[in-house]
């Protein structure tokens, strides 16, 4: 994770990054994007629960049954607004998101 952002527009271009980098969306941005990036940095959302947010849900989206069918492209950041809204009532520690991230390394297709 990098570090703090240091104005509305930083935190609005990490936001937009992280969803980009992904597995599983679709890479591109749209104004949607932008304006729910806005409305998490005006409630005061901090990057590093949406930063956790994205990974969390990548992991739980590759991590299926093998017979499962495939799940579509995500296309958009308001997909991961349940999840969002979970990392930012959890109580775990920051481990729990570092074993996240090591886990989607290991899934990620080299």
Do not use: H, W
Request: hydrophobic share 35%.
């Amino acid at each position: 994770m990098d570090q703090q952002p240091s104005g509305r527009e930083d935190y609005v271009r990490k936001v937009l990054e992280a969803y980009r980098n992904t597995p599983g969306t679709c890479g591109n941005l749209r104004q949607p994007d932008r304006l729910l990036a806005v409305q998490l940095y005006q409630r005061g959302v901090p990057l590093s629960k949406i930063e956790n947010a994205l990974v969390l849900a990548a992991v739980r989206r590759m991590i299926r049954p093998a017979d499962a069918p495939p799940l579509t492209t995500v296309r958009s950041l308001a997909y991961f607004m349940p999840v969002i809204e979970e990392v930012i009532e959890m109580e775990v520690g920051e481990e729990y998101f570092q074993y996240a991230r090591q886990k989607l390394q290991r899934l990620r297709p080299s």
